[in-house]
């Protein structure tokens, strides 16, 4: 059975830092594609970033050059480090593991941005 499970959100003011974990069981990590969505009150789910099973990243305009996503290949374990967080970066935060028909999600993790 696969399990994404997240941790690492929280309250953080403005301009501050978190970093997410997911820890990934059930699943052949190193060759599936990872990615951090995240879906703010009222809107629908986005990606944020991810990271491709061969090392490829990208990420999303809105948060390009303040967050860093990483994978641990050994531990079965993709990160996300948000560095100067902004009141739109809240929301959960969700881990999805990808890779051809196969589409697996985590529970969320909650990030939230105020002074």
């Known amino acids: 059975q696969v399990q994404l499970v997240e941790s690492g959100g929280g309250l953080v003011q403005p301009g501050g830092s978190l970093r997410l974990s997911c820890v990934a069981s059930g699943i052949f990590f190193r060759i599936v594609n990872m990615a951090w969505y995240r879906q703010a009150p009222g809107k629908q789910r986005e990606i944020v970033a991810f990271?491709?099973?061969?090392?490829?990243?990208g990420y999303s305009d809105s948060v390009k050059g303040r967050f860093t996503i990483s994978r641990d290949n050994v531990q079965n374990t993709v990160y996300l480090e948000m560095n100067n967080l902004k009141p739109d970066d809240t929301g959960d935060y969700y881990c999805?593991?990808?890779?051809?028909?196969?589409?697996?999600w985590g529970k969320g993790t909650l990030v939230t941005v105020s002074s």
């Open positions: 990271a491709s099973r061969s090392g490829d990243t």
């Open positions: 999805n593991a990808y890779r051809g028909a196969e589409n697996y």
